[in-house]
């Protein structure tokens, strides 16, 4: 089922860009990635906003709900859960049909963020500028918990007889536990905690695992949404994969250097891109302007 | 949704109780509560252990599943799952629709274990013996999270197009995340760290949330498995309910001061017995067996 990204990466250049990095200045390399700006993803991003602040309220109790709602609103912003909604019109479904999952998905990405940033203010480091703690630690890992649990909420919530939609969204269901358990994000947090990621050879494989599977996952639960075939479910999945590792790339390698950093991504973009053209080109143009031309 | 308990339990009573509990020796009360070692019950706890082993095996990478294999395993019992399949049985169901239910409720109840237990050594002491910890709070953290998934997974993969049941476990998803999401066993947690528990009035509110939530799920889940009516499952729901209150009050208690302990004990076992009496005798005696006579 997991998707396997083969590219040729020298790990021994990406372990030093990483161990060097600068996390405080913004990576000219995400920029070039990608533009959240773009009208299209900007309305995907305002529409999923949109749900979200819908089902997550400041209700009381609000030593429950406060906490979770700041953390919610507050995380570091993610395609995947914007490339799930393109996935599924790409294929030809409906906007509304992915839009619980792509909430569901936000969730759990900024649960994950939430408990991997408890796990040792030392690793921050080496990270992007990490978010200020405003709660206590205990409260952090409940919210956390209590969000995953909203998540899957969400999205089996989403059932809809008139659209006979259950068994995909059991299959979505599953496709998210498998990227966020144990053989996903938290294999891959598993990898960082124990240092393993300062070998190179891990370093991609902790980048496959995280980013990688949330965006492969994003894009393929759109796909099942949107009622794809087996195939387009699959070549999503392996968009979806190079996009979200050239992501994690890009967060974390350094300024300087930025040749070695720009041929992995070109790579990386070109795989991206060659999944793409198994569809309609007129019908990818959207998704594909996840990367500036 | 909810089910509410409404016992008139002397709140003071119960709180002083809490305060002087002395956690390092069973307590009697429970023993009274319920038999484990029934041919019924045991039978179930089997059926149970056996789907756990079949899935959580110890696998590569071990980094990952080797702790999740142990902390599954060595969780404290909790009735909770059990009754799940004996709600099941209750209403005609077969015991096979409902253990992959009663896994994922285990599962959930042993990650809600490890990450409580990782919020505040202080609060321990007033525990049952806190399990040591072998591993770090890093990768207890993380597997916690892990099992979380797996049991999302568990239950959204028992989906059978034969049985036709995708939207029966759809709403088991939503009643499992209620159980154990802000709503939930995560709203008696957040109770707890905040220390709002020593005052006696909330220790009901806690008791209710955590262990009443998860039993009440439990009997609830089972009973949709099972294709219960809408009032079979409000009265298992309530039932569960009280079951669980009433071990977490038999939990907590000391030993000291029986009598008391007693009182609530048999006011719980009228409510529960009384929400049995809308089945058929002789199909609720096995659900009855919960309570020694």
Known sequence: MAAVLR???????????????????PSRTTMAIMSQDH????????????????????????SVFEPMHHLVF????SPGPALCVAACELVGGHRDQAIAA???????HAAAVIHEQLLSTDRLKTKPKPRPMVHSPGIELLTGDGMFAFGYELLAKSMDPAQNNSDRILRVIV??????GSQGMVD?????????????????????KKEGGLHACGA???????????????RLRRYGLCVGVMI???????????METTEVVKELRSLALKELEFFHEGKAEAISSFFIS
């Open 248 to 258: 994690a790339f890009s967060n974390r390698v350094e300024e300087g250097n930025e």
């Open 188 to 208: 891959g947090q598993y990898h960082e905690i124990l240092m393993l990621c300062k070998q190179s050879r891990y370093y991609k494989y902790v980048c496959e």
């Open 74 to 77: 507050s995380a570091p912003p």
């Open 220 to 234: 393929a639960c759109g796909a099942i949404l949107g009622g794809a075939s087996e195939e387009e479910i699959e």
């Open 102 to 108: 792509a909430a569901a998905l936000h969730l759990m």
């Open 175 to 180: 496709e998210m536990t498998r990227a966020m």
């Open 39 to 62: 009208p299209y993803w900007a309305s995907v991003h305002a529409e999923i906003e949109v749900h979200l602040k819908q089902h997550i309220l400041v209700r009381p109790p609000l």
């Open 7 to 25: 590219v040729s990466i020298n790990p021994n250049v990406l372990a030093n860009k990483m161990s060097r990095s600068n996390p405080s200045r």
